[in-house]
């Protein structure tokens, strides 16, 4: 089965988007010629490091990486009740209400998803907080930028220019699907979920185009293994 136009930028993780190297807004679409010169899948931005871990957190371990906010670390553990240096989904929930806001259920479900612990499917420990928390500091960035009439929810350009600002050139027949798919526009909750599947879904079809061509020969197998974890993960 073929399927093609998945643009995206040539991040290493599918959950923490790369802010844009250049700004780009409604005013100014970029030569077609310059596109032809670049990857299928727009530009590439430069991954960031690996993070560091510094001091254990809890009697599991896991320690926060090196330079991790107060803020971060207080959010994490006034949640962690138990102190087993793990919290689930609801304790997400109300981590990120102190420093965000409160997000929809199916949001946190998603975040747990792409942020997973590799020892624990149902708990994140502080790496993994940690990381999350800045990935939607990063999407917070982006979602303000082009929130242009501050009205706290994205529209269909609004939407598709913060899409490509990450490098996704998306199709205007699944614009229209993914912003029917919420009343009135997306706020904050919803962009973020809305961003995180385009990225997360890109990102595993990129593995079946390592030639960046835009278009993959799936089995009925793979391609059911690419998509069913995004539609039942955190439904």
Known sequence: MATSRPYSSHSTAPSAPELPLQSYDHHHQPPPQQQ???????????????????SSYGPSGGGFPAGTSPDVIRAFQMVDRDRSG?????????????????????????LMFLFKNPYDSLRIGPMEFAALWSCLGHWRAVFERFDRD??????????RDALYSL??????SVLQFLISKYDNG??????VE?????????EK?????????????????????L???FLVSYD
Do not use: W
């Not at 490098?167 to 205007?172: D, K, L, M």
């Not at 997306?186 to 962009?191: C, H, P, R, V, Y």
């Open 186 to 191: 997306l706020n904050f909750d919803s962009f």
């Open 205 to 225: 079809f990129k593995e079946k185009d390592p030639g960046y061509t835009g278009s993959a020969t799936l089995s009925y197998d793979s391609f059911m293994s």
């Open 194 to 202: 809305c961003g995180m599947i385009v990225k997360g879904l890109t």
């Open 86 to 110: 793990f919290i689930d989904e609801y304790e997400l929930q109300q981590a990120l209400s102190s420093g965000y806001q409160r997000f929809n259920l199916r949001t946190i479900r998603l």
């Open 227 to 229: 998509v069913i974890p």
């Open 36 to 54: 032809q010169h670049q990857s299928y899948y727009g530009q590439y931005p430069t991954p960031s490091p690996p993070p560091s871990s510094s």
């Open 167 to 172: 490098g996704y050139a998306i199709p205007p």
């Open 150 to 159: 501050r009205s706290g929810k994205i529209d269909l350009m609004e939407l």
